[in-house]
C-alpha cells in the first residue's frame, strides 16, 4: 500500500495566486482529514470528510478556502487568493473508521511570498 | 475552552534511559487518547491509542498511562536509543471524529 499520497510536495507561489492541494487517501478508508501545522499552532483540523461528505469545516480559517472530495479516492484544497499568512506544512489524512488511528501523508509545504 | 497541553520543554535523555512525556488536558471527555511520533519533514504516525476504561497499554519499549481522573497521560519510551529521538505528540477527541493534537515535546536521545 503507498499510504495517503499528497501533492506537491512543495508549492512556492506569490501572494494574490490560486493555489490548489492533493491527497490521496488509503484505498478503503472512509475518512479523510485536511490538518495545517505551523511552528505558532501546531496541528490544526481544517476539514473532516466522511464517505466524500464534508461534516465539520468549521477549522477552515476563511473563505479563501475551500476543499472537495468529489470521490473516494481524491480531495483538493484550494486557497484563492493565498496570502503570506497561509504559508505552513499543510496534511491529509485518512482512516478506515471511526475511533481508529490515522494514516497522515508526507505534507504539502506551502510558502506564499 | 478545550485545552491539550505537552511538556513545554524538549526533553534530551542519555542513551539508556527512560524518557517521559507527560498530555494534559481540560475541558475534554474523550473516549480514547492517541500517540504520534514525527519525524522532520514528515507526517505524524500513528504509535498507540488508549481507551478510558485502560490503564496501560504496553507497545515493545513504550508505555502510555491514562488517568481520566487526573485528566493525565504519560507516554515513556524505555531504554531509549537515539533513533527514537523525533517529536512526539499525544491527540485525543471529544467525539468521534475531531482528532486534536497537543503542540509535541520533541526528544532527543544522545548517543
Known amino acids: 500500500d503507498a499510504g495517503v499520497i499528497q501533492s506537491p510536495r512543495h508549492e512556492v507561489t506569490e501572494m494574490g495566486q490560486e493555489v490548489t492541494l492533493r491527497c490521496k487517501p488509503i484505498?478503503?478508508?472512509?475518512?479523510l482529514f485536511w490538518y495545517r501545522q505551523t511552528m505558532m499552532r501546531g496541528l490544526e483540523l481544517l476539514i473532516y470528510?466522511?464517505?466524500?461528505?464534508?461534516?465539520?469545516d468549521s477549522g477552515m480559517p476563511e473563505d479563501r478556502f475551500s476543499a472537495k472530495m468529489p470521490n473516494a479516492s481524491f480531495s483538493t484544497l484550494k486557497i484563492q487568493p493565498s496570502e503570506p499568512r497561509d504559508s505552513a506544512v499543510y496534511f491529509c489524512a485518512s482512516r478506515p473508521g471511526e475511533a481508529e488511528k490515522l494514516f497522515f501523508g508526507s505534507g504539502t509545504q506551502l510558502s506564499v511570498l | 475552552s478545550q485545552k491539550i497541553e505537552q511538556n513545554s520543554e524538549a526533553l534530551n535523555i542519555q542513551e539508556g534511559k527512560t524518557a517521559t512525556l507527560t498530555c494534559n488536558y481540560t475541558n475534554y471527555s474523550p473516549a480514547y487518547l492517541q500517540w504520534y511520533r514525527q519525524d522532520p519533514g514528515r507526517g505524524p504516525v500513528f504509535l498507540l491509542l488508549i481507551r478510558e476504561n485502560e490503564k496501560e497499554k504496553r507497545k515493545e519499549r513504550l508505555k502510555v498511562t491514562f488517568d481520566t481522573t487526573l485528566k493525565q497521560s504519560l507516554f515513556h519510551i524505555t531504554a531509549s536509543q537515539p533513533a527514537d529521538s523525533a517529536t512526539y505528540l499525544c491527540?485525543?477527541?471529544?467525539?468521534?471524529?475531531?482528532?486534536?493534537f497537543g503542540a509535541g515535546t520533541t526528544v532527543t536521545v544522545r548517543a
Open positions: 491527540a485525543l477527541a471529544p467525539d468521534d471524529y475531531k482528532l486534536s
Open positions: 484505498s478503503g478508508h472512509n475518512s
Open positions: 470528510f466522511n464517505n466524500n461528505v464534508p461534516i465539520d
